[in-house]
């Protein structure tokens, strides 16, 4: 795994890697300097099987492998070694192109790893819930990594739209049947989108599932990015969106993903290029 191209923000906060495994495909590693922290996103397959429709690699479904623990590690280590030692914690993010849950013992064991060579680092991992067993495999098996998120993207509630958001998915009822046995910290992320899932009623419905929510679980409200070739819009609810979930007493978190200018932000990050058809 090496860097073959580093494309930086216009605000100078996010640097988007393309890194080139030994068979000749490329992925990309999105760096931000965040306030009080360094977040390395990384890829951890290259494409995705998934298919949602809010992601690049979900509209241009072209899966090919997933990364070993050696690249997986590899291609963390080369953004690393380029950050500036500023005393600021560094978090690797597993919320990059492909889904972790299905890479599962190389992404755990790169984990460990890396727990283990960078002390002191945070660690955190996206999944669409697949495999919801894992997630309690995953407490057990990241038992030493002590600073750890988990982050499952929920998107909504309701198993029939959910399957039209994210074509290869579980059922909420089933996710939920072994998060809510997790114990460490957990967030349900959500991204609204017009028409789709950012009406009253869907945020409602939201509502009474997560009506007993515990200690360790928060909802975030994520920002749709553009993705090219998809026809999906930017909700224009935002605000009464978080409203009604302050008002039902949940802990909400609202972020805006970095490096949108760069196709750097969430959701839009590529792989499944070959070296011959990059084209940055």
Known sequence: MKIIKREKSNDGITIKFLQETEDGYVIETTYVNYRNKHIICYSTQVGCAIGCIMCYNGVNPSFKRSLNKDELIL????????????????????????????????VVNAINYMNNFYKGSKFALSTTGIKPKLILQLEEDLSEVRDFKLMISIHTVNNEKRAKLIKVNEKIGDILKFARKYSRKIEYNYVPMKGLNDSKEDILELVQVFEKMQKNEKIKINQYNIVEGSSVEKSENLSKIIEILEKASFEVEYYETDGIDINAACGQMRGVFSKKVVTY
Do not use: H, R, T
């Open 75 to 106: 291609q963390c280590k080369n953004v690393y070694d380029e950050i500036e030692q500023d005393g600021k914690k560094v978090l690797f993010s597993a919320m990059g192109i492909g889904e972790p849950l299905l890479n599962y013992e190389n």
